[in-house]
């Protein structure tokens, strides 16, 4: 079955206001890592944690291995802020290989 | 600062074709990563190689798909005969030892 779920699949959001997305996963994962697909299809980093919380700027990304889940916040959304954004899940055991979430399409209206 | 690399941009090939996809991972990086992104099936790992060694071989690719690293500045993806499902965008990615830095993908278009 699917080892990361994430949610929602889809959000908007108006200008200025937050919200949150989130990843859940079957198995304890290693670390985590948030990207975000840019206009040119890259998949761009924004957060790697192996544990805690990291910040910047409007984005703040929380892991916790043990609870099975991460977040990726966004306050003060901006309209550059719409895309698509992924989480990205290390398993504890086995290669370093990537397993992704469904991704959420983010869109922010004026 | 270079990041990941990758040619073509944009492939179109006839069904049963054979077609080489190029990848330039960051200097210094000892882990690529191969990756198929389809909206049905979302990001499908294809292979990864550590330090030039193949360590994961997608098992449902194997048959057509092959991927290559003879030195450690550059691999290539091999698909042969090309089929119209392998329609895709393939991306590369190289990691140091915790962040994969993806390039910016291949489409392939096969008619």
């Known amino acids: 079955g699917d080892q990361v779920e994430q949610s929602p699949s889809a959000l908007s959001l108006h200008e200025g206001t937050g919200s949150a997305l989130r990843c859940n996963f079957t198995?304890?994962?290693?670390?985590v890592q948030w990207f975000r697909k840019n206009s040119r299809g890259s998949l761009i980093n924004l957060f790697y944690?192996?544990?805690g919380t990291k910040e910047n700027g409007r984005l703040k990304s929380a892991f916790d291995s043990k609870e099975r889940y991460s977040t990726l916040h966004i306050r003060d959304a901006q309209l550059e802020d719409s895309g698509t954004y992924f989480c990205?899940?290390?398993?504890?055991?086995?290669?370093?290989?990537?397993?992704f979430g469904s991704g959420t399409q983010l869109t922010v209206m004026p | 600062d270079a990041g990941v690399t990758q040619t073509p941009r944009h492939e179109v090939a006839e069904k049963g074709q054979t077609i080489i996809l190029k990848c330039e991972p960051v200097?210094?990086?000892?882990?690529l990563f191969w990756y198929r992104q389809t909206k049905i099936q979302g990001l499908e790992l294809l292979s990864y190689?550590?330090?030039?060694?193949?360590?994961?071989d997608g098992g449902a690719f194997k048959d057509r798909f092959k991927a290559e690293m003879l030195n450690s500045s550059f691999s290539t993806l091999k698909i042969q005969p090309t089929e119209p499902k392998d329609s895709a965008v393939y991306l590369c990615?190289?990691?140091?030892?915790?962040?994969?830095?993806f390039g910016p993908g291949t489409r392939l278009t096969v008619l």
């Open positions: 990615a190289s990691s140091s030892r915790d962040e994969q830095y």
């Open positions: 198995t304890t994962m290693r670390a």
């Open positions: 944690l192996a544990s």
């Open positions: 990205a899940a290390e398993a504890s055991s086995g290669s370093w290989q990537l397993i």
């Open positions: 200097s210094g990086h000892n882990d």
């Open positions: 190689f550590r330090s030039k060694s193949l360590m994961e």
